[in-house]
């Protein structure tokens, strides 16, 4: 039972690289959440999907894209890297559409930019 | 200021002991969550509470939300309860987000 799968668990990039991040789960989950952890500070979101076909804009969604390609997969792109999103990146999933059943969180993305 | 607080930040307990780390909130509030990170990096949710006290084993979840304030308990304490502790709210309305704390960090020595 898998779970949340993320790919990679590391990256390092040079500033102004691209790369997407994947995530999927298998857990029949509506709703889908990315989020970045940073030293000191809580877990932000940055985009979530309520449902398969939509997306929306968290806290911190400023160099950043999103794509919901079916049920299961839900992948975060930066276009440009910047040193500024050197973080650790969390997908989650949750069975309802709002935030009131329990997430059930992947092992997280170590991505650093130079 | 963080919209959700926990204290403390940091506590080291002896193996056996009862703990209890609080979250405190600024406004209503339709669930909270109680989070473990464990020091790999995995976070598993433990609790999701509205009202009253939870139970699972030897953790124990409560809410004031007139106080707007929360706290997790963990009785007999062991050292494989060392993790980061973090709490997350959900504001009423039709807001589909979690605000997260910054975390406890718990060790519990032997």
């Known amino acids: 039972n898998a779970g949340v799968t993320q790919t990679p668990k590391f990256q390092v990039l040079k500033t102004g690289q691209s790369m997407t991040l994947q995530c999927a789960q298998d857990?029949?989950?509506?709703?889908m959440y990315w989020y970045r952890q940073d030293p000191g500070m809580g877990l932000r979101l940055i985009y979530y999907?309520?449902?398969?076909?939509?997306?929306d804009k968290g806290e911190v969604p400023n160099g950043y894209n999103v794509s919901r390609l079916n049920k299961r997969e839900f992948s975060l792109r930066l276009e440009s890297a910047a040193p500024s999103q050197t973080s650790v990146y969390f997908c989650?999933?949750?069975?309802?559409?709002?935030?009131?059943?329990?997430?059930?969180f992947g092992d997280g993305t170590r991505l650093s930019i130079l | 200021k963080n919209e959700v607080e926990q204290s403390p930040q940091n506590l080291t307990a002896q193996e056996g002991e009862f703990i209890t780390i609080n979250c405190s909130y600024s406004?209503?509030?339709?669930?909270l969550h109680w989070l473990q990170q464990h020091p790999g990096g995995g976070i598993v949710s433990l609790f999701m509470?509205?009202?009253g006290k939870k139970k699972h084993g030897r953790l124990i979840a409560t809410i004031n939300i007139q106080e707007k304030h929360s706290s997790l308990h963990i009785t007999a304490s062991h050292p494989r309860d060392s993790a980061v502790y973090i709490c997350?709210?959900?504001?009423?309305?039709?807001?589909?987000?979690?605000?997260f704390g910054t975390g406890t960090l718990l060790a519990v020595q032997p």
């Open positions: 989650a999933s949750s069975e309802g559409s709002y935030s009131n059943q329990p997430q059930h």
């Open positions: 857990m029949n989950h509506n709703s």
């Open positions: 999907s309520a449902s398969e076909g939509t997306t």
């Open positions: 406004v209503g509030i339709s669930a």
């Open positions: 509470l509205s009202s």
């Open positions: 997350a709210v959900i504001y009423g309305g039709a807001t589909n987000k979690l605000i």
